[in-house]
T-cell receptor, first 113, second 116 residues
Framework: QQQVKQSPQSLIVQKGGISIINCAYENTAFDYFPWYQQFPGKGPALLIAIRPDVSEKKEGRFTISFNKSAKQFSLHIMDSQPGDSATYFCAASMTNAGNMLTFGGGTRLMVKP | GAVVSQHPSWVICKSGTSVKIECRSLDFQATTMFWYRQFPKQSLMLMATSNEGSKATYEQGVEKDKFLINHASLTLSTLTVTSAHPEDSSFYIC????????????FGPGTRLTVL
């Protein structure tokens, strides 16, 4: 059972454009939603995270938008750069369930120069 | 802060041998660490949760006798792949949970295992 669905699977954006990746979850008990960035052959790196008590969180060029009623959250990368080309994973976890992360399927982002 | 290391970064072994992978949290203590497996172009699959001082909790379908996990200290967890076979070849990644207001998970760089 895939509890976190991520789309699109792949994304091509021109340099300077906005990259948008979407995730939808099913379990309303999830209360922590991080995004990870992974380069080939490397482990995922925590990019930004949000809790359901806010609708948006911004850190530099990265913004998470969170819609609790729709059970959806998205990552926006502003002014996308070729160095942002990587695979991005959304995830969700429950504080009272050991914080085990449930990952989305991943989005391979390519930013063209 | 929040650095997690893994050793080795890659290993090649013969079928039937055992391989140990170490996961260390370098600048924080982690009572809980997680082990994942990742196939090419796929998402991370949780294998087990490693708790310091107690037995690991394995996900459904993961053989606990094949993937031995030991969490001997607050900064070290090890995964031993016993009697490895070519189908065990994969990218193994650990993460460590840093306790705090957010209980964030930080990942190691991964270990590429190739079984010949």
């Amino acid at each position: 059972q895939q509890q976190v669905k991520q789309s699109p699977q792949s994304l091509i954006v021109q340099k300077g454009g906005i990259s948008i990746i979407n995730c939808a979850y099913e379990n309303t008990a999830f209360d922590y939603f991080p995004w990870y960035q992974q380069f080939p052959g490397k482990g995922p790196a925590l990019l930004i995270a949000i809790r359901p008590d806010v609708s948006e969180k911004k850190e530099g060029r990265f913004t998470i938008s969170f819609n609790k009623s729709a059970k959806q959250f998205s990552l926006h990368i502003m002014d996308s750069q070729p160095g942002d080309s990587a695979t991005y994973f959304c995830a969700a976890s429950m504080t009272n369930a050991g914080n085990m992360l449930t990952f989305g399927g991943g989005t391979r982002l390519m930013v063209k120069p | 802060g929040a650095v997690v290391s893994q050793h080795p970064s890659w290993v090649i072994c013969k079928s039937g041998t055992s391989v140990k992978i170490e996961c260390r949290s370098l600048d924080f203590q982690a009572t809980t660490m997680f082990w994942y497996r990742q196939f090419p172009k796929q998402s991370l699959m949780l294998m087990a949760t490693s708790n310091e001082g107690s037995k690991a909790t394995y996900e459904q379908g993961v053989e606990k006798d094949k993937f031995l996990i030991n969490h001997a200290s607050l900064t070290l967890s090890t995964l031993t792949v016993t009697s490895a076979h070519p189908e065990d070849s994969s990218f193994y990644i650990c993460s460590a949970r840093r306790s705090g207001s957010w209980d964030e998970q930080f990942f190691g760089p991964g270990t590429r295992l190739t079984v010949l």
